[in-house]
């Protein structure tokens, strides 16, 4: 018998042995969303796992189409627009700051619509909206300023 030091290497990784698999791997609770697994004792033709397969009970109707999104009736409400072209055409044409900021919410509501997330999604887009406008306003009244001025110096 020897005194296992701590310099001694351990002993090498074995896998668990399959007869136990059912006491390591316990079948799912009954409330587990999809079709049971159950655990049996692995036989020459059997596996150690299989899923139940899923046989509707006779008061099913035949022919029954199952859904998983909305009912056809339900109109789901639009999603927000992003405005990254408006944004983009601003920022070149008509107000550079506060068209790089409606460049950076619209792309804020692009990720927010990938990621799902409606309210913050809707509520850059607003923000966006708002700083487009912005700034194509800014740019007419810089433009017409503009041509107010060169008619103004150029007729006096």
């Known amino acids: 018998m020897t005194a296992s030091t701590p310099s001694e290497e351990p002993p090498p990784y074995s896998p668990p042995d399959p007869k136990m698999t ?9 409330h587990y969303p999809g079709p049971p697994v ?9 596996p150690a796992f299989y899923q139940a ?3 509707p009970s006779p008061s099913y109707p035949p022919n029954t ?13 639009p999603l927000p ?21 409606a460049l950076l919410y619209s792309y804020e509501t692009r990720a927010a619509l990938a990621r799902g ?4 999604a809707e509520r850059a887009s607003q923000k966006a ?3 487009v406008l912005f700034s194509l306003m800014f740019g007419v009244f810089v433009c017409v300023g503009w041509i107010i001025y060169v008619v103004i110096s150029l007729c006096a």
Do not use: H, W
């Not at 072209?85 to 044409?93: A, G």
């Open 129 to 131: 909206r708002l700083l």
């Open 38 to 46: 159950i655990a049996c004792q692995p036989g020459p033709n059997q």
């Open 65 to 77: 189409i199952y859904m998983s999104g909305p009912p056809l009736g339900d109109e789901q409400p």
């Open 81 to 101: 627009k992003d405005y990254m072209v408006e944004s983009l055409l601003v920022t070149i044409f008509c107000c550079l700051m506060s068209g790089l900021i």
């Open 22 to 30: 059912y006491i390591i791997y316990p079948p799912q609770p009954p």
């Open 53 to 55: 397969q899923f046989m």
């Open 117 to 120: 997330d409606m309210r913050e």
